[in-house]
């Protein structure tokens, strides 16, 4: 192993005994120094970013990948803020799951506990950096975050504004960032299973799939985003429009975006068209033939029914009945989001408790799939996987629990 990275995992492990024994108000303090650092250096922040940003250009990254590494004096702003939101949301270590009083006496809690040190892997987006740390000290555990080499200069800006933000407040080594860029370092941290208790990756397919197939450390996975809307024959045509528009172009790089539109060949003559006026050019169409035959638009492929474009790209297909576009997501769905736009009660039913992903919509946008959106403060992800954490990973996702058991001399017979 690398010797910096053995370094930062043994000092993680440490940090993470002493994080055990940090008290809410310790935390909260933390992360209202955390909040008030940001905005104070916000100059050193952007400046950072814009070599990012320049770098980026320089190799070619699109409009919509830019603007997902973009910091700008709005978006600190609203990471300070969504820090503070953190401090006013309970802590959930300590918090007393259920508790057990058996005939012997014996008085047993199954108590939260921090999971430890978390590895967190993603790319480009730097505020994540501050989202992530920001959870894992609001729920007492460790992070050693891996971000894109895209990111770096804004990572390790965020990350030593955090560090010296909490010197004294925290345990030393609480927030950790590895600065090597190497791809060999990711199989590393993934198997660091002496130090790591659990892998976050974060990204497109490509990274989730190298970490979930090689990693020895346990893993919660956090998907990448194929999501589809699906236009019933009885949906509300304005609810169509404006949900389709914010759900493909207020901000089409998260993984929350839709990929996929999927209409109901009663609606479809209606809906389309409206939905090209409304798109306004901004969004390139790729239609199936009876897509085709009602607005001009480029050929879809089955490669662009499986694609997270994370893009202004919008895959479309014209289904025959609601039962086509429940096939079809689960042909090409990656868990993440689907919605559905009906008036009708009995389509709406069907489509909610026949699908699996981890967030089904009615009537509402799929940009929801958010932690914040849900009231959870900040996430580390959006959890695809169907044990422990699904949906917005966030702070009582982020622990395990113990069971604490007390007695007064009992012997087992």
Do not use: W
Not at 268 to 284: D, H, N, Q, S, T
Request: aromatic fraction near 4%; include cysteine; charged fraction near 25%.
């Amino acid at each position: 192993m690398d010797k910096i990275l053995e370094k930062q995992l043994q000092n993680a492990s440490l940090a993470s005994r002493a994080m055990m024994h940090v008290t809410t108000p310790q935390k909260n303090e933390a992360l209202q120094a955390i909040s008030e650092a940001l905005m104070e250096h916000v100059d050193i922040i952007i400046e950072a970013n814009e070599k990012d940003l320049e770098a980026a250009k320089n190799n070619g990254m699109s409009d919509a990948m830019m603007d997902r590494l973009l910091l700008n004096k709005e978006r600190i702003e609203g990471m300070a803020n969504d820090v503070l939101k953190l401090v006013d949301l309970d802590d959930p270590v300590g918090q007393i799951i259920r508790e057990i009083h058996r005939p012997n006496g014996l008085v047993i809690k199954q108590v939260r506990v921090p999971m430890g040190v978390f590895g967190i892997i993603y790319e480009s987006r730097p505020n994540v950096t501050v989202d992530i740390a920001c959870l894992c000290i609001k729920s007492s555990n460790v992070c050693v975050l891996k971000g894109g080499k895209e990111a770096i200069h804004s990572n390790k800006t965020l990350t030593s504004i955090m560090q010296d933000a909490i010197k004294g407040i925290l345990p030393n080594n609480t927030v950790q960032l590895i600065e090597n860029t190497d791809r060999s370092i990711v199989t590393q941290l993934i198997t660091a299973n002496e130090y790591v208790d659990v892998i976050v990756p974060r990204g497109g397919a490509g990274l989730i799939n190298h970490v979930v197939k090689n990693a020895t450390v346990p893993v919660i996975e956090t998907g990448a985003g194929n999501c589809h809307l699906y236009i019933d024959k009885d949906a509300d045509m304005q609810k169509a429009i404006d949900i389709s528009v914010n759900a493909k172009i207020q901000r089409p790089s998260v993984c929350n975006a839709i990929e996929t539109i999927l209409v109901h060949k009663d609606i479809a003559p209606i809906y389309l068209p409206k939905m090209v006026e409304a798109f306004a050019g901004r969004v390139e169409i790729r239609g199936d033939d009876m897509t085709q035959s009602i607005i001009s638009c480029n050929k879809a492929t089955d490669q662009d029914y499986a694609t997270e474009y994370d893009d202004y790209i919008v895959a479309i297909k014209v289904v025959d009945s609601i039962e086509e576009a429940i096939a079809h997501i689960y042909q090409y769905s990656t868990k993440h989001s689907e919605a559905i736009i009906t008036e009708n009660s009995e389509a709406a039913d069907l489509f909610m408790n026949s699908l699996d992903s981890a967030c089904v919509y009615l009537n509402a946008s799929t940009r929801f799939s958010d932690g914040g959106e849900f009231g959870f403060g900040a996430e580390l992800g959006i959890s695809t996987q169907k044990l422990h954490a699904r949906g917005p990973l966030a702070l009582l996702e982020m622990t395990s629990f113990q069971y604490k058991i007390y007695g007064n001399g009992q012997v087992r017979k």
